[in-house]
C-alpha cells in the first residue's frame, strides 16, 4: 500500500520556468515532510522539509506549500536550471514507537531542466 | 563533518550467496536506517538501528538483516541472495533536531545479484 502519491513520474521544464511536484499522503500521523534530490549515482539528499503547522517554506529558489486539510504537499522550484535536472522525492514521517521515526517515500518525480 | 559513507559502492555476486554491506554515520548520529532502492518499488525501508538495538523493521523477509555496533556503524546481510534483490542500497544517518526528523543519506552500495 502506497501511503505517499507523488506525480507527476517525469516532467520536462524549460530553463527559467517553474517546475511543480505534488505529492498526496493519507496517513494523518504523518508530523515531518522533506524533499529530497537524487542525483544518478548518488544517495538522495535532503533539500528542504516542513511541518505541518506551517503552510510554506521558502529556501532559495525551492518552496515547499503544504495544505494539511487536503493532505497535499508540493515542490515549487523557481528560476529552474539544467543543474536541477535530477529525481526529486518526497517523503513523510511518522513516529513509530520506541523513539523513532520511518520515513515513507513517494515514487520518485525524474526532472529535465531543458536549455 | 565527513558524510555518510558506504563500502563497498559495487557488488556483483551469484544467486544462494549472502553479502554484507557496510556504513559508517555521520559522526554524532546514533540513528542509521537501511532502504532498498530499484526502479519498480522506488525507495523502500528496511530497519533502523538506534544504540545498537533495532527500533523498527520494514516488510522485507528474514534473509535481510542488520546490526550496530557500539561506534554507531552499521551493517547489513542479505543472505541467500536471489535475482530481486538486485538494488541500490542506502544507509541514511539520522538527526534528531527540534520538531524535524532528518535523515542523510550515503551513496549507497549498487548490488548486482546474477
Known amino acids: 500500500q502506497q501511503q505517499v502519491k507523488q506525480s507527476p513520474q517525469s516532467l520536462i521544464v524549460q530553463k527559467g520556468g517553474i517546475s511543480i511536484i505534488n505529492c498526496a499522503y493519507e496517513?494523518?500521523?504523518?508530523?515531518?515532510f522533506p524533499w529530497y534530490q537524487q542525483f544518478p549515482g548518488k544517495g538522495p539528499a535532503l533539500l528542504i522539509a516542513?511541518?505541518?503547522?506551517?503552510s510554506e517554506k521558502k529556501e532559495g529558489r525551492f518552496t515547499i506549500s503544504f495544505n494539511k486539510s487536503a493532505k497535499q504537499f508540493s515542490l515549487h522550484i523557481m528560476d529552474s536550471q539544467p543543474g536541477d535536472s535530477a529525481t526529486y522525492f518526497c517523503?513523510?514521517?511518522?513516529?513509530?514507537?520506541?523513539?523513532?521515526?520511518?520515513?515513507?517515500f513517494g515514487k520518485g518525480t525524474k526532472l529535465s531542466v531543458i536549455p | 563533518k565527513a558524510g555518510v559513507t558506504q563500502t563497498p559502492r559495487y557488488l556483483i555476486k551469484t544467486r544462494g550467496q549472502q553479502v554484507t554491506l557496510s556504513c559508517s554515520p555521520i559522526?554524532?548520529?546514533?540513528?542509521v536506517s537501511w532502504y532498498q532502492q530499484t526502479p519498480g518499488q522506488g525507495l523502500q525501508f528496511l530497519f533502523e538501528?538506534?544504540?545498537?538495538?533495532?527500533?523498527n523493521k520494514g516488510n522485507f523477509p528474514g534473509r535481510f538483516s542488520g546490526r550496530q555496533f557500539s561506534n554507531s556503524r552499521s551493517e547489513m546481510n542479505v543472505s541467500t541472495l536471489e535475482l530481486g534483490d538486485s538494488a541500490l542500497y542506502l544507509c541514511?544517518?539520522?538527526?534528531f533536531g527540534t520538531g524535524s526528523y532528518e535523515q542523510y543519506f550515503g551513496p549507497g552500495t549498487r548490488l548486482t545479484v546474477t
Open positions: 541514511a544517518s539520522s538527526f
Open positions: 496517513n494523518t500521523a504523518f508530523d515531518y
Open positions: 516542513i511541518r505541518p503547522d506551517v
Open positions: 517523503a513523510a514521517s511518522r513516529p513509530s514507537g520506541a523513539g523513532s521515526y520511518q520515513l515513507t
Open positions: 559522526s554524532g548520529h546514533r540513528s
Open positions: 538501528y538506534f544504540s545498537e538495538t533495532q527500533r
